[in-house]
Nanobody, 118 residues
Framework: QVHFVESGGNLVQPGESLRLSCIAS????????MAWYFQAPGKERILIAG???????NYRESVKGRFFISRDNAAKTVHLQMNNLKPEDTGVYYC????????????WGQGTQVAVSS
């Protein structure tokens, strides 16, 4: 299995931006769908953004127009640009991948913590 290390989380104020990074332990070129997942405090982990090997993206409605996912297979990285952050974006962010974003099949990392508060 591929292992991921997420980074870039921080404490920010509402309206600010963050760029999360996910570095894989080995090539992600063969992983069809890479995605970011979000877990709010006390809630289940949910899919928020996905990108296919062809570069097609999809987003959860709550982040559409604010978050943007990208992948760099050569650098074994996936990024999540997060703009106009809101308090409800507070939580832990993870990346993973698999044959589809809703069925990730690689190892889960520790995630990176994002806190949005004034």
């Amino acid at each position: 299995q591929v292992h991921f290390v997420e980074s870039g989380g921080n404490l920010v104020q509402p309206g600010e931006s963050l760029r999360l990074s996910c570095i894989a332990s080995e090539s992600i070129s063969y992983i069809h769908a890479m995605a970011w997942y979000f877990q709010a405090p006390g809630k289940e982990r949910i899919l928020i953004a996905g990108i296919t090997s062809a570069g097609l993206t999809n987003y959860r409605e709550s982040v559409k127009g604010r978050f943007f996912i990208s992948r760099d297979n050569a650098a074994k990285t996936v990024h999540l640009q997060m703009n106009n952050l809101k308090p409800e974006d507070t939580g832990v962010y993870y990346c993973n991948g698999g044959p589809s974003a809703i069925r990730p099949d690689q190892a889960w990392g520790q995630g990176t913590q994002v806190a949005v508060s004034s």
